[in-house]
Protein backbone atom coordinates (compact mmCIF):
# COMPACT_ATOMS: atom_id res chain seq x y z
CA UNK A 1 0.00 0.00 0.00
CA UNK A 2 1.18 3.22 -0.91
CA UNK A 3 0.68 6.56 0.62
CA UNK A 4 2.03 9.80 -1.52
CA UNK A 5 2.99 12.61 1.16
CA UNK A 6 2.57 16.15 -0.83
CA UNK A 7 3.58 20.24 0.12
CA UNK A 8 5.70 22.07 -0.78
CA UNK A 9 9.42 22.64 0.63
CA UNK A 10 9.71 22.78 4.11
CA UNK A 11 6.29 22.15 5.38
CA UNK A 12 7.19 18.95 7.05
CA UNK A 13 6.84 16.00 4.89
CA UNK A 14 10.07 14.44 5.54
CA UNK A 15 9.51 14.91 9.36
CA UNK A 16 6.37 13.21 9.21
CA UNK A 17 7.08 10.36 7.10
CA UNK A 18 10.34 9.60 9.66
CA UNK A 19 8.27 9.95 12.84
CA UNK A 20 4.64 7.91 11.50
CA UNK A 21 7.83 5.06 9.64
CA UNK A 22 9.29 4.43 12.75
CA UNK A 23 6.56 4.46 14.89
CA UNK A 24 4.35 2.37 12.88
CA UNK A 25 6.46 0.10 11.48
CA UNK A 26 6.38 1.71 8.17
CA UNK A 27 8.51 1.90 5.06
CA UNK A 28 10.02 6.15 4.38
CA UNK A 29 11.05 6.56 0.36
CA UNK A 30 12.58 10.21 0.77
CA UNK A 31 13.60 10.71 -3.08
CA UNK A 32 15.08 13.82 -1.77
CA UNK A 33 17.70 11.74 0.35
CA UNK A 34 18.47 9.33 -1.98
CA UNK A 35 19.18 11.98 -4.61
CA UNK A 36 21.21 14.14 -1.62
CA UNK A 37 22.97 10.90 -1.12
CA UNK A 38 23.37 9.95 -4.61
CA UNK A 39 25.07 13.53 -4.89
CA UNK A 40 27.82 12.85 -2.30
CA UNK A 41 28.65 9.85 -3.12
CA UNK A 42 29.29 11.04 -6.81
CA UNK A 43 27.37 8.67 -8.74
CA UNK A 44 25.89 9.49 -12.29
CA UNK A 45 22.31 9.77 -11.08
CA UNK A 46 24.01 11.81 -8.41
CA UNK A 47 25.69 14.14 -10.81
CA UNK A 48 23.15 14.50 -13.29
CA UNK A 49 20.38 15.32 -10.50
CA UNK A 50 23.38 18.23 -9.33
CA UNK A 51 22.85 20.31 -12.16
CA UNK A 52 19.08 20.36 -11.48
CA UNK A 53 18.93 20.34 -7.90
CA UNK A 54 21.63 23.13 -7.92
CA UNK A 55 18.99 25.88 -10.08
CA UNK A 56 16.16 24.47 -7.64
CA UNK A 57 14.71 22.70 -10.65
CA UNK A 58 12.99 19.05 -10.60
CA UNK A 59 15.14 16.13 -11.73
CA UNK A 60 13.76 14.54 -14.60
CA UNK A 61 10.40 12.49 -14.59
CA UNK A 62 12.92 9.42 -15.71
CA UNK A 63 14.74 9.44 -13.42
CA UNK A 64 12.84 9.47 -10.87
CA UNK A 65 10.18 7.27 -11.61
CA UNK A 66 12.68 4.36 -12.44
CA UNK A 67 14.25 4.90 -9.02
CA UNK A 68 10.77 5.00 -7.01
CA UNK A 69 9.38 2.14 -9.34
CA UNK A 70 12.35 0.00 -8.30
CA UNK A 71 11.72 0.39 -4.95
CA UNK A 72 7.55 -0.56 -5.25
CA UNK A 73 8.45 -3.61 -6.75
CA UNK A 74 10.49 -4.86 -4.22
CA UNK A 75 7.20 -4.31 -1.81
CA UNK A 76 5.49 -7.38 -0.14
CA UNK A 77 2.02 -6.81 -0.42
CA UNK A 78 1.22 -5.95 3.66
CA UNK A 79 4.00 -2.81 3.55
CA UNK A 80 2.91 0.47 4.03
CA UNK A 81 5.12 2.69 1.78
CA UNK A 82 5.23 6.12 2.23
CA UNK A 83 6.40 8.17 -1.05
CA UNK A 84 8.09 11.62 0.52
CA UNK A 85 8.99 13.79 -2.52
CA UNK A 86 7.49 11.90 -5.51
CA UNK A 87 5.02 12.31 -7.43
CA UNK A 88 5.67 16.07 -7.84
CA UNK A 89 4.28 16.29 -11.51
CA UNK A 90 0.81 14.54 -12.83
CA UNK A 91 3.71 13.24 -15.46
CA UNK A 92 5.17 11.42 -12.32
CA UNK A 93 1.67 10.68 -10.86
CA UNK A 94 0.42 8.89 -13.87
CA UNK A 95 3.83 6.22 -14.11
CA UNK A 96 3.58 5.74 -10.82
CA UNK A 97 -0.07 4.95 -10.81
CA UNK A 98 1.31 2.38 -13.64
CA UNK A 99 3.84 1.00 -11.36
CA UNK A 100 1.94 0.70 -8.28
CA UNK A 101 0.86 -2.96 -8.16
CA UNK A 102 -2.95 -3.53 -8.04
CA UNK A 103 -3.61 0.00 -7.29
CA UNK A 104 -1.83 -0.19 -4.19
CA UNK A 105 -1.90 4.03 -3.92
CA UNK A 106 -4.31 4.19 -0.83
CA UNK A 107 -3.75 8.02 0.02
CA UNK A 108 -2.78 10.99 -0.93
CA UNK A 109 -1.71 13.63 2.11
CA UNK A 110 -1.53 17.22 1.41
CA UNK A 111 0.61 19.21 3.87
CA UNK A 112 -0.28 22.94 3.81
CA UNK A 113 1.23 25.96 5.44
CA UNK A 114 1.80 29.84 4.45
CA UNK A 115 4.66 30.56 2.27
CA UNK A 116 6.30 32.99 4.87
CA UNK A 117 6.20 29.85 7.29
CA UNK A 118 7.99 26.96 4.55
CA UNK A 119 10.58 30.11 3.91
CA UNK A 120 11.68 30.46 7.52
CA UNK A 121 11.51 26.68 8.20
CA UNK A 122 13.84 26.14 5.01
CA UNK A 123 16.34 28.70 5.83
CA UNK A 124 16.43 27.59 9.83
CA UNK A 125 17.90 24.50 8.13
CA UNK A 126 20.93 26.12 6.69
CA UNK A 127 21.31 23.56 3.54
CA UNK A 128 23.87 25.03 0.87
CA UNK A 129 20.96 24.57 -1.44
CA UNK A 130 18.28 26.68 0.63
CA UNK A 131 19.36 30.39 -0.01
CA UNK A 132 16.34 32.42 -0.43
CA UNK A 133 16.70 32.97 -4.12
CA UNK A 134 16.78 29.08 -4.36
CA UNK A 135 14.01 28.73 -1.88
CA UNK A 136 11.41 31.58 -3.70
CA UNK A 137 12.05 29.92 -7.31
CA UNK A 138 10.98 25.93 -5.47
CA UNK A 139 8.36 27.50 -4.15
CA UNK A 140 7.80 29.01 -7.77
CA UNK A 141 8.36 25.78 -9.31
CA UNK A 142 6.29 23.66 -6.75
CA UNK A 143 3.10 25.85 -7.42
CA UNK A 144 3.38 25.26 -11.47
CA UNK A 145 4.66 22.01 -11.08
CA UNK A 146 2.74 19.81 -8.03
CA UNK A 147 -0.16 21.67 -7.38
CA UNK A 148 -2.22 20.35 -10.02
CA UNK A 149 -1.78 17.30 -8.06
CA UNK A 150 -3.45 18.27 -5.23
CA UNK A 151 -6.73 18.18 -7.69
CA UNK A 152 -5.87 15.18 -9.40
CA UNK A 153 -5.68 13.36 -5.92
CA UNK A 154 -9.04 15.29 -4.63
CA UNK A 155 -10.68 14.23 -7.73
CA UNK A 156 -9.98 10.25 -7.32
CA UNK A 157 -11.10 10.68 -3.80
CA UNK A 158 -7.87 10.03 -1.93
CA UNK A 159 -6.74 13.10 -1.10
CA UNK A 160 -6.69 14.13 2.93
CA UNK A 161 -5.65 17.89 3.54
CA UNK A 162 -3.07 18.51 6.74
CA UNK A 163 -2.82 21.87 8.42
CA UNK A 164 1.62 21.90 8.90
CA UNK A 165 1.33 25.26 9.95
CA UNK A 166 0.98 23.67 14.12
CA UNK A 167 3.54 21.64 16.16
CA UNK A 168 4.73 18.46 15.09
CA UNK A 169 3.26 16.58 17.56
CA UNK A 170 -0.32 18.15 16.56
CA UNK A 171 0.69 17.27 13.06
CA UNK A 172 1.53 13.87 13.90
CA UNK A 173 -1.31 12.79 15.31
CA UNK A 174 -3.42 13.92 12.44
CA UNK A 175 -1.20 12.08 9.79
CA UNK A 176 -1.55 8.55 12.10
CA UNK A 177 -5.24 9.35 12.23
CA UNK A 178 -5.66 10.00 8.43
CA UNK A 179 -3.34 7.32 7.56
CA UNK A 180 -5.39 4.82 9.66
CA UNK A 181 -8.66 5.76 8.16
CA UNK A 182 -6.64 5.23 4.55
CA UNK A 183 -5.77 1.92 5.57
CA UNK A 184 -9.19 0.68 7.55
CA UNK A 185 -12.04 2.92 5.37
CA UNK A 186 -14.56 0.70 7.50
CA UNK A 187 -13.18 1.91 10.64
CA UNK A 188 -13.35 5.60 10.36
CA UNK A 189 -15.94 7.94 11.48
CA UNK A 190 -16.72 10.53 8.35
Given amino acids: MILVLLGPPGVGKGTQAARAAE ?3 WHHLS ?3 ILRSEVEQGTPLGEEAR ?3 DRGDLVPDEVMVN ?3 KRIRAMEPKDVLLLDGFPRTLAQA ?3 AEAAPGGAIAGALYFRAPDSVLEAR ?3 RGREDDSAE ?5 LSVFRETTRPLVSWYQEQGVLVEVDADRSIEE ?3 DVTQAVASLLHPSNSAH
Fill in 31 to 33: TGE
Fill in 122 to 124: LLA
Fill in 134 to 138: ILRHR
Fill in 67 to 69: MVA
Fill in 171 to 173: VEK
Fill in 94 to 96: ESL
Fill in 51 to 53: SYM
Fill in 23 to 25: AQG
